[in-house]
């Protein structure tokens, strides 16, 4: 017999939905049911998610300047909230759980309105504007690098961490394998759930300009936007080299796991997960974030010696041929690199989470929970 239903309600990118999914599989482990409502965009990441239902609630966000996009904008989120009350009020879950992105605004909104338990988790160090504008109401904040004792929220505020998928926790006990002159050298690029065009624009001509007996040591998975794939795949045939290039990769905990090396954009949870599976890492934050969000992500794995930060603006295909020179020379390094980052990162985070949803669906106090878990 189910403990009684959570919703859990996630913004439609890989960023928001992966961490939900992590809890959901969690939380169904304690005995739960699990809801998600998201928007359209999650569709391709909903497949494995395991809710017993996914609900798709109308939204917006409120970017435009244009007083007639505002107004169709929030009559969408006066739309979607009222959709969203009608939902909570049929299915009566126990908490529901926001995971950033503007489709959760108008369940989280609908939740604190009814009275029913809430709270949100941010992924990042920097608090996105969905769960900005959601963090007075709601009972906790949990945070994947949010400081406990600092923001404006530190009273409800717990450093969780950033739950990551079973399939990660399992690519984790993997141990690191350094590659060594003349062996197989495993490098993943990726850009997040949203693709890099920046990658594709710059990793062929810094491959081409590897001395030939590296080049040919590199095995490289690449995530490429389709509008790129026919000339990243070009570039490649040209240098006649192993590579997997495609949009989306549905086994990329098992490719982190093998990887060598990972250039990647900062995103929360792709920081947590190399952190937990223990990847040395080049991290390139995405430049134009409106919170520069990815830049502190990358800051708080660079602090623990385990990854490289460059800017974009510093990176060329020159300089990312003699990082790729470099790294490929010295694998003792990379090796010391794996295994600070898997020291900083957080395979418990779900659990904690769990812990964490439990006590606010309970009516518990976060100062309650804070005490029982220091």
Partial sequence: MSKGIVLLAAGGTGGHVFPAEALAYELKARGYSVHLVTDSRAERFAGKFPADEIHVVPSATIGSKNPFAVARSLWTLWTGMRAAKRLIQRIKPSVVVGFGGYPTVPPLLAATRLGVPSMIHEQNAVMGRANKALAQRVQAIAGGFLPENGGAYPEKTVTTGNPVRPAIIEAAKVPYKPSH????????????????QYFSKVMPTAISLLDDELRARLRITQQVRPEDMEMVSGCVAQLRMGADIAPFFTDMAERFANAHLVICRSGASTVSEISVIGRPAVLVPYPHALDHDQAANAAALAATGGAKV???????????????????NDPEKLARMAAVAKQAGKPDAANLLAGMVEAIAAGRTIADFKGAHT
């Fill in 181 to 196: 002159a003349g062996e197989p050298f495993n490098l993943v690029v990726f850009g997040g759930s949203q693709g890099a």
């Fill in 310 to 328: 460059i800017a974009q603006s510093e990176l060329s295909s020159e300089k990312i041929a003699s990082i790729l020179t470099h790294a490929m």
